[in-house]
């Protein structure tokens, strides 16, 4: 096959392979399309810990974005974590230049462990200049408290939240449940003129590392190939909760979900 879009992704390194630009990768080739990145921060982590981040300069970063797109136009682009508000104002200014239309953010600034991995200031930049240059903005719970200021403990919490993102300027907002304790996954899509609530099997595993990375790019290749964007973040989910299900179990502490289970290799190299 060839592949059917071309995608840009802004994210971070994860050496683990499980998150980050890596699962970014394997997502976006497993369902079918072309990736390029544009590399933020280089992670050292396993399945048990980041054990240090470190930052590539705004520079660098505006200049992979540019130099990769002014080439190869990107049909969509994936945002992960961009750790300053330097670095935010950087992409902010390089997607205005290289006009792609499509583009998903994930809101990155939680560890797994709970700590903020951004400061305030970056918060803040996010929701007044990055926030309404997107067409979908998918945050985790915590992510969504913050953003909102809001405490968010049931579905109704996650639907007054999405909504408070929608008055900020957002276009679409996806808020992912997987972090509340219900007995299914609900995962809240909302934009002006719809509210759909995913529902979907909760895996009982602890092998979830780089499920919100995953769904993004996920969502981002099905809008890429022309599916509504409602509709690419249903075909996202199923995505992600089939490789949760198929998880390899490899490491000692959240193992990586497996982004292969969307494909079948039909030829052999002799
Ligand atoms: N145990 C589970 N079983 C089924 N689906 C899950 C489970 N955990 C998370 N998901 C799904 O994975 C997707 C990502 O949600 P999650 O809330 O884990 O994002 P996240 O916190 O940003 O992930 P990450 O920790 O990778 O940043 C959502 O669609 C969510 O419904
Ligand atoms: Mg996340």
């Known amino acids: 096959m060839k592949p059917k879009s071309k995608i840009l992704i802004i994210a971070g390194s994860d050496s683990s392979g499980g998150a980050g630009i890596q699962a970014d990768i394997k997502t976006v080739t497993s369902l079918g399309s072309y990736a390029m990145t544009a590399i933020t921060a280089i992670t050292v982590q396993n399945t048990k810990g980041v054990k240090s981040v470190t930052p590539l300069l705004p520079e660098e970063i505006r200049d992979q974005i540019i130099y990769t797109s002014n080439d190869i136009k990107p049909d969509a682009i994936k945002i992960g974590m961009l750790h300053s508000s330097e670095v935010i104002k950087k992409v902010v200014g390089s997607l205005k230049k290289i006009k792609v239309n499509k583009i998903i953010l994930d809101p990155v600034m939680i560890a797994k462990g709970g700590a903020k991995l951004i400061n305030n200031e970056a918060i803040q930049t996010l929701k007044e200049k990055l926030l309404k240059q997107v067409t ?95 509709k ?39």
């Open 136 to 230: 979908l903005v998918t945050p985790n719970i915590p992510e969504a408290e913050i953003l909102t200021k809001t405490k968010i403990k049931n579905k109704e919490d996650m639907i007054f939240a999405a909504n408070i993102l929608i008055n900020l300027g957002a276009k679409n907002v996806l808020i992912k449940g997987g972090h509340l304790n219900s007995k299914k996954v609900k995962d809240i899509f909302l934009n002006k003129s719809e509210l759909c609530v995913f529902e979907s099997f909760r895996h009982n595993t602890k092998n979830t590392h780089g499920t919100g990375c995953t769904l993004s790019s996920a969502v981002t290749t099905f809008y890429s190939c022309g599916k509504s964007i409602k």
């Open 232 to 270: 690419a973040c249903e075909l996202g989910i199923k995505y992600v909760n089939s490789a949760i299900l198929t998880n390899p179990k490899y490491g000692k502490g959240h193992g990586p979900i497996n982004h292969l289970n969307s494909m079948e290799l039909k030829k052999k190299f002799k």
